[in-house]
């Protein structure tokens, strides 16, 4: 069983920074792309970054120069820097992973979500 833990949302001010983490623990064979996406209330979620195990990344267009992606493979954790916090950067942040259990044997995973509110 494979488990995706957050931690690090909170409520900020507008122009603050946070720290987003994700641990994956349980029966991990490989961890292939890891990112963060988002859903604010009554909205579609929607992908804020990515980062392959090669460290490559990606960003949406909204968070680009504000938001960091990085991840310590050894901890098998992602973590999002934000940074320049605006309020329509509120909403609730999920974890998601690409993780093997065994040779050739993929699956994608989600965590619970950690909410992250700014204020103006």
């Known amino acids: 069983q494979v488990q995706l833990v957050e931690s690090g949302g909170d409520l900020v001010q507008a122009g603050g920074s946070l720290r987003l983490s994700c641990a994956a623990s349980?029966?991990?064979?490989?961890?292939?792309?890891m990112g963060w996406y988002r859903q604010a209330p009554g909205k579609e979620r929607e992908l804020v970054a990515t980062i392959s195990n090669a460290a490559n990344t990606l960003y949406a267009n909204s968070v680009k120069g504000r938001f960091t992606i990085s991840r310590d493979n050894a901890k098998n954790t992602v973590y999002l820097q934000m940074n320049s916090l605006k309020p329509e950067d509120t909403a609730v942040y999920y974890c998601?992973?690409?993780?093997?259990?065994?040779?050739?044997?993929?699956?994608?995973?989600w965590g619970q979500g950690t909410q992250v509110t700014v204020s103006s």
């Open positions: 998601n992973a690409a993780i093997s259990t065994a040779w050739g044997k993929w699956n994608t995973y």
């Open positions: 349980g029966s991990i064979f490989s961890i292939g792309v």
